[in-house]
């Protein structure tokens, strides 16, 4: 395998001379990508590796002496699939004429077609459709097609090729999109007008509603509301003179201004030169076309809302973006770290302009990523500084006189039940209280991090009150003042007086037998933390067993053993 990665063929050559070479051992080797990416491969052979890196003579040295053609990785992929992504029609030729089977499919029924599609490899594609009859219609296991593929990388003439050999259009259980539906989303013009007339008219139509909708909103480019509106009439003209009507929705969504599409060209004109009007009716046509439960969607209505923040209206952007994540609760679907991230970001940005964040949207937020804390172990750590951040922001909130006396209560619940529940970091063991100590904590995020400034004696007052732990200790043993006093630049000798009073032991020890004393960076905390420290007996004891290693388990009640470890 070495020899073979380093294409050391006169290697491989004397190597293959010795009768007991087992050619079949299976590796687990990283290749480097397009992108100069590392990527694991597991359970290859040498020859799948030869393919890999597109070495045709080793491919040709290991085939003759008997290397086994389809060989499956642990993602079913094989040799031949390889040459099909690299596109080397000779090494594809080569091993289909020495039995390679050349309908294996790749875990999720990728097939070496799709492959060949998205590397927009025309060459490759036409040999496995015109020489050895690949289904150009096979679907991956979530309904992709390859005319689906080529759609998404926006390859006309692959278009082109695979409609002239039979491709049909039809939707996905992906994103329940067509390969049209997903021409007229990317704003792909060219690739509508060739796969349309393999479609309905009523198909047709809603490409050209879908194409209106995506010029006017701007996550897809610079926003154009007047090719906005020609789609748009178009669309309403064929439905007119097809009688082909809109199915008006049963309900109405209230961020959406409870409004109903248009439903005839007159309708559309009376709300042309309205900005607002015309962006609410692309997303009420793609409600209706994508579905509540398409990223797509979901995208544009976070979208929408992030350019109402931009333009000054905080409380409508909040709006959308509760409207966008109650349709991921309703519907469970993922939610992505970074959306949550930005709660705190816009909060920030509205306690900075002195705007009252809504307690709906601050407790529902405070909900999902306490959901998401106990569901979601992958992206913990973030999630709990995202937890800390909105902690906060609101304690600035309340600092400022902006929530009301009931408002007070659902906040305090809420801190009561995150403190109850104890969260650490994954990599260092660091508590909330931990976090809002360390002047290493940061979003890095202009509005956060204008907001949320540590050490933060707002947030640790809070904390401390609802029930947070002022001892605990993290994975080096570190105490919330160790934190303090090893990381903090500025004396401030108030958030020491607060740690002390709730009864923070000045005396505890981290891992290498420190005390917060020890561990001060700055002399001006180092010679204050002297001078509040005040030893009960008990500490004194306990300093005196440890200091002359004095075998205490068995011999002090178990409720006094942990205490005796942290002196």
Not at 153 to 168: I, P
Not at 481 to 497: G, K, M
Not at 530 to 550: D, E, F, M, P, Y
Request: aromatic share 8%; glycine share 4%; net charge neutral.
């Amino acid at each position: 395998m070495i020899a073979c990665l380093n294409k050391f063929e006169d290697i491989i050559k004397v190597l293959l001379n010795y009768s007991e070479l087992d050619l079949e051992v299976l590796n687990d080797i990283q290749l480097i990508e397009k992108d100069q990416s590392l990527l694991m491969y597991e359970n290859v052979t040498v020859l799948w590796a030869a393919a890999a890196i597109d070495n045709f003579k080793i491919v040709k040295l290991l085939v003759e002496h008997g290397a086994r053609i389809n060989h499956k990785t642990k993602t079913n992929s094989t040799a031949f699939r390889c040459a099909c992504c690299n596109g080397n029609i000779n090494i594809a030729h080569y091993l289909n004429e020495n039995g390679a089977d050349t309908r294996i499919t790749k875990i999720h029924n990728e097939t070496n077609l799709m492959a060949s599609v998205y590397n927009e490899d025309l060459q490759m594609t036409t040999y496995l459709v015109d020489e050895l009859g690949c289904d150009v219609n096979e679907t991956t296991n979530d309904g992709r097609s390859s005319l689906y593929i080529a759609v998404g990388r926006k390859s006309l003439e692959l278009v082109q090729f695979l409609l002239k050999h039979g491709a049909r259009n039809f939707q996905t259980n992906y994103d329940h999109m067509s390969p049209l539906l997903l021409a007229a989303e990317k704003r792909q013009i060219s690739l509508v007008n060739v796969i349309s007339p393999q479609c309905s008219l009523l198909e047709q139509i809603e490409a050209q509603e879908l194409i209106g909708s995506a010029f006017a909103c701007r996550e897809h480019g610079i926003c154009d509301l007047k090719k906005s509106f020609e789609y748009f009439y178009r669309a309403l003209e064929l439905r007119s003179t097809y009688n082909l009507p809109k199915v008006r929705q049963l309900s109405t969504v209230e961020v959406l201004d409870n409004r109903q599409e248009c439903q005839t060209i007159d309708e559309l004109k009376k709300i042309r030169l309205n900005d607002d009007h015309m962006y609410t009716e692309a997303l009420l046509v793609r409600e209706r076309l994508l579905g509540p439960t398409n990223v797509r969607y979901c995208r544009s209505l976070r979208f929408r809302g992030a350019l109402l923040a931009d333009s000054a209206q905080h409380h409508r952007g909040v709006d959308f973006w509760l409207y966008e994540l109650s349709l991921r609760r309703q519907y469970s679907l993922s939610i992505d770290i970074n959306d949550l991230r930005q709660w705190a970001s816009i909060f920030s940005d509205m306690i900075r302009k002195s705007l009252w964040i809504p307690i709906v949207a601050w407790q529902t937020i405070i909900t999902v990523i306490v959901d998401e804390l106990e569901h979601n172990k992958k992206d913990f750590d973030y999630n709990l500084h995202t937890l800390l951040f909105l902690i906060t922001i609101f304690s600035q909130a309340l600092l400022k006189s902006m929530i009301s006396h009931d408002d007070h209560k659902i906040f305090y619940r809420h801190i009561r039940s995150i403190a109850q529940r104890q969260y650490v970091t994954q990599t260092c063991g660091s508590s909330l209280l931990h976090l809002s100590l360390s002047n290493q904590t940061s979003a890095n995020d202009y509005f956060i991090d204008f907001i949320c400034k540590y050490p933060c004696l707002h947030t640790v007052r809070i904390l401390l009150q609802y029930g947070a732990d002022v001892n605990a200790i993290d994975a080096v043993r570190n105490t919330p003042l160790h934190i303090f006093a090893s990381t903090s630049t500025i004396v401030d000798d108030t958030i020491i007086q607060y740690l002390c009073d709730a009864g923070a032991h000045l005396d505890y020890v981290n891992a290498l037998g420190e005390t917060s004393i020890d561990v001060a960076t700055n002399l001006n905390i180092k010679q204050f933390l002297k001078t509040v420290t005040k030893h009960s007996l008990k500490c004194l004891c306990a300093r005196l067993i440890q200091k002359n290693s004095i075998p205490f388990h068995g011999k002090i009640a178990n409720s006094l053993i942990g205490f005796v470890k942290k002196h």
